[in-house]
């Protein structure tokens, strides 16, 4: 079983809010994160409790990502907000999370994922840490260009 953990960060044009706004859509992520489509059960998305999953990949070979989330809070004050789910499986089980600040006139995101991969050899986790973080990154640019788009 390989431990996986990785963060990016990014720095995005718009603000805060905006980008808040795009991350806590988790149906809207199918939109940035290539081969992704994503379902969320009803209620409000962001509260304790609330789950969804996505699939990544194609057909037979799409990754089933359920996750329930554990906190999602936005302060208007400091135009910052940070967000934490559990993953429950069937094969990502861990934490994964985010925050968001501004920072000069844009804002900062930071991307945190602490998972476990059950069929992976350990050997492999900085491999598959890497593959992970690169991938998040795409996925950061990707939404910064869409959100570019918009304005």
Same mark, same amino acid.
């Given at each position: 079983m390989a431990a996986i953990q990785f963060t990016v960060r990014h720095h995005f044009a718009q603000t805060p809010r905006t980008v808040w706004d795009e991350l806590v859509d988790w149906a809207g992520h199918a939109d940035w994160i290539p081969a992704t489509r994503v379902e969320v059960e009803p209620g409000?998305? /962001?509260?304790?409790?609330?789950?969804? /999953?996505?699939? /990544?990949?194609?057909?037979?070979?799409?990754?089933e990502d359920r996750m329930e989330v554990v906190v999602c809070d936005w302060d208007d004050a400091s135009m910052s907000g940070s967000c934490e789910? *559990? &993953? !429950?499986?069937?094969? !990502? &089980? @861990? *934490?994964? @999370?985010? $925050?968001? +600040? +501004? =920072?000069?006139?844009? $804002?900062?995101? =930071?991307? !945190? =994922?602490?998972? /476990?991969?059950?069929?992976?050899?350990s050997f492999l986790a900085p491999v598959v840490a890497k593959l992970g973080a690169l991938g998040f990154s795409q996925g950061m640019r990707s939404l910064a260009k869409q959100l570019d788009r918009r304005t």
């Open positions: 409000d998305p /962001t509260a304790p409790g609330a789950r969804f /999953t996505a699939w /990544t990949g194609f057909g037979p070979l799409s990754l789910v *559990t &993953k !429950l499986g069937p094969v !990502l &089980k @861990g *934490t994964a @999370g985010f $925050t968001i +600040a +501004a =920072e000069g006139d844009g $804002t900062v995101l =930071e991307w !945190l =994922e602490d998972v /476990t991969v059950p069929l992976v050899p």
